[in-house]
């Protein structure tokens, strides 16, 4: 017989989770593997809330299993490390965004590009390889490989900080990997949610012009007043998106619900290329006559590899990027993703784990 989350490894820990399609959150005792000798085992201070862990909470995508504890921006405190581990010291600071594990030897690993390994491990809701689920960072310890630890830099904020572990990372990669980090180019970013506005911070430290798009007026004050955008389109103006056709080098679209892309291909320049980085639950129709008469392109991009994550943390750093964010205890998270289905946050939800995770 199977053995319950809480009995199937020596390392008893507690946190908040799901356990079903409700998407209701509970206090959740669970268990941890021991700390092997390239592990890194460390305490939890604070966990961003992405969009994902409401899907993956309600099953929007369909494989979600249960009991599911999410949380994959998680930053903490090094509390033991194995016998073998060169890269963090007990005390040291830490993260650990989407990713827990890959095969580290396909061609996707040995390029440094281990979120696109086919074995990858995410963070939580991923089987291990001994067949147990993985568990995220709403819970009071964590237990890593160091190969999948992010360095912590030195007087970065953990707090405000740990959100770049995912909005981030899935943000910056794309921007680096597609050449829309040139200074000068005009790059457009549809959505001002939690992967938007750090992708407006990230484009505008890269030197490009920034034009937000959003399907309402009512965020044009806070994107180009505080996030400094240069510009900023209301998508649903027929007239507005008609003077902007052909204008802008890329776009990178964070939005996750479903939307229609033909408006916003028609703002690329010939060759331009719009990135997708939400996750709709249902498919978007593709118009592809725009394409090819100005032979542009729609792409995806997923999270980054370990190399770039940490390229992109130290680089937030150097250039004081920080996500804006709400703090909040465990017991807030209901509420909290009630909000965030309506998208009623400016603009990530952090969880306080130190201080409001309590074992029941």
Request: net charge neutral.
């Amino acid at each position: 017989m199977a053995k319950s989350p809480e009995t199937e490894h020596p390392v008893k820990v507690f946190g908040w989770g799901s356990r079903d399609p409700s998407g209701v959150f509970n206090p959740i005792k669970f268990s941890r593997r021991t700390t092997g000798e390239h592990d890194v085992q460390f305490k939890v201070l604070y966990c961003g809330v992405c969009h994902t862990d409401l899907h993956m909470a309600k099953n929007d995508w369909g494989f979600t299993q249960y009991p599911l504890i999410p949380g994959h921006e998680i930053v903490g405190e090094v509390t033991e490390i194995g016998s073998k581990v060169e890269k963090v010291k007990v005390g040291d600071k830490v993260g650990v965004g989407c990713l827990v594990g890959s095969c580290r030897q396909c061609d996707q690993c040995t390029s440094d590009l281990e979120n696109y390994c086919p074995k990858v491990i995410w963070t939580y809701g991923s089987v291990y390889t001994d067949g147990t689920l993985a568990h995220g960072g709403y819970s009071n310890l964590m237990v890593v490989d160091e190969h999948f630890i992010v360095l912590w830099p030195e007087n970065f904020p953990l707090d405000i900080g740990s959100p770049l572990l995912c909005a981030g990372i899935t943000t910056y990669s794309p921007l680096r990997y597609f050449g829309l980090d040139k200074p000068g180019m005009n790059i457009g970013v549809v959505g001002l949610g939690g992967l938007g506005h750090v992708a407006v911070k990230f484009a505008k430290a890269f030197g490009t012009k920034v034009t937000v798009i959003s399907t309402s007026i009512n965020k044009k004050k806070e994107a180009i007043e505080k996030l400094g955008a240069d510009s900023f389109l209301v998508s649903r103006d027929p007239e507005e998106m008609k003077v902007a056709a052909g204008t802008l080098d890329g776009i990178i679209d964070t939005v996750s619900a479903t939307h229609p892309l033909l408006a916003l291909i028609s703002l690329l320049k010939p060759h331009g290329k719009m990135v997708l980085v939400g996750a709709p639950a249902q498919p978007l129709e593709l118009p592809v006559f725009p394409l090819i008469s100005g032979r542009k392109i729609i792409a995806g991009s997923g999270v980054g590899g370990m190399k770039e994550t940490q390229e992109m943390i130290d680089f937030a750093a150097k250039h004081n990027i920080l996500p804006d964010v709400e703090i909040i205890p465990i017991d807030y998270i209901n509420t909290a993703m009630d909000r965030l289905a309506k998208s009623d946050v400016k603009y990530r939800f952090v969880i306080d784990i130190a201080k409001s995770l309590k074992a029941e």
